[in-house]
C-alpha cells in the first residue's frame, strides 16, 4: 500500500515537472508582459523582483532581466532610479530617452562598459563589457514599472530590439492615461 502511495505521488510530481510550462505572459503592475522566443522564465532571486528572465547566450553568456514594482509613490522617481542604474557603470557610456507607447510614459536608459554588479550599498564585483537596457514605464495610479536588463555588451546590444518590443507592447497593454 505504501508503495502504491508512493508511486502515485512520484508519477504526480513527474506530470507537474513534464506539463507545468513558464508562463510566456505575465503582469507586473498595471502592465502584462509577453516573454520573447528563446527567453527563460527564472523563478525570481528576490523577493523584491516581481519576474526574472534570462535571455540565454553563447559560451555560456545569459543576459539577466528583473521586473520591480513596489507600489503607487514607491521605488523612487524615475531620476533617481535612471542615476542609480547609470551609477553601476562608473565612467561608463550612458544615454536617456522617453516615448509615448499607448497612454503610457516609457523612459528608456542605456548604459555600457564596467557594471559594478551587486546590491546597492554592499560589495560590487566588477564586470567589463557589460551593458544595461533599462525602462521605466510610469504609471501615477499603480505605481511605475521598473524593467532592467544587464549582461554581456554584445548579447545586451543583440537582444536590446526584443527588450524594447516586450516593454512597448506591455505599455500599450494599459489603457490609462498618464
Known sequence: MIRFFFSIFTLALLATEVFAADPVEFRVGAFEFSRPAGWKWIVPS???RKAQLEVPGGNN???EITF????PGQGGSVDANVERWFGQFPGG????????????LVYYVQAQGTFQSGMPGGPTTPL????LQGAILQDAQSG???VKM???EALVQLSAPLFV????QAAASRGEAP
Not at 557610456?93 to 503610457?104: D, F, I, K, V, Y
Open 93 to 104: 557610456r550612458t544615454s536617456r530617452s522617453e516615448a509615448s507607447q499607448g497612454r503610457t
Open 46 to 48: 528576490s523577493g523584491m
Open 165 to 168: 518590443d516586450m516593454v512597448n
Open 61 to 63: 553568456e545569459k543576459a
Open 144 to 146: 511605475d514599472v521598473f
Open 128 to 131: 567589463e563589457a557589460y551593458a
Open 150 to 152: 544587464t549582461g554581456p
Open 68 to 71: 520591480f514594482h513596489f507600489g
